[in-house]
């Protein structure tokens, strides 16, 4: 089973900067994409970067500019460098990851989460 950990959440000043991180580990063939959504209190989760496996990337227009999202693919991990935090940004951010992973002698899709790490932006 793949199993992904994340970390790297806390608290943080405006204007300041955090970096999450996310590993994925067990038996894994690839890796298609690696993302990082967030889930504010009383809103849906949303995406916020997405990178694949030739590591192009997306960003949701709000953090264009602010934020950086990277990966290791001998780590299976991805990276979400976060500056210039805004009261906005606060929300619990989760890791997503797709891929393949065995199954038998066979391949199967497998989506994953993250457990979540909260970031808090306040003075």
């Known amino acids: 089973q793949v199993q992904l950990v994340e970390s790297g959440g806390g608290l943080v000043q405006p204007g300041g900067s955090l970096r999450l991180s996310c590993t994925a580990s067990?038996?894994?063939?690839?890796?298609?994409?690696m993302a990082w959504y967030r889930q504010a209190p009383g809103k849906q989760r949303e995406l916020v970067a997405d990178?694949?496996?030739?590591?192009?990337?997306n960003y949701t227009d709000s953090v264009k500019g602010r934020f950086t999202i990277s990966k290791d693919n001998a780590k299976n991990a991805v990276y979400l460098q976060m500056n210039s935090l805004k009261p906005e940004d606060m929300a619990v951010y989760y890791c997503?990851?797709?891929?393949?992973?065995?199954?038998?002698?066979?391949?199967?899709?497998?989506?994953?989460w993250g457990q979540g790490a909260l970031v808090t932006v306040s003075s």
């Open positions: 997503n990851t797709k891929g393949l992973e065995p199954d038998g002698e066979e391949l199967r899709y497998f989506e994953r």
């Open positions: 067990g038996s894994i063939h690839s890796i298609n994409s």
């Open positions: 990178i694949s496996s030739s590591g192009s990337t």
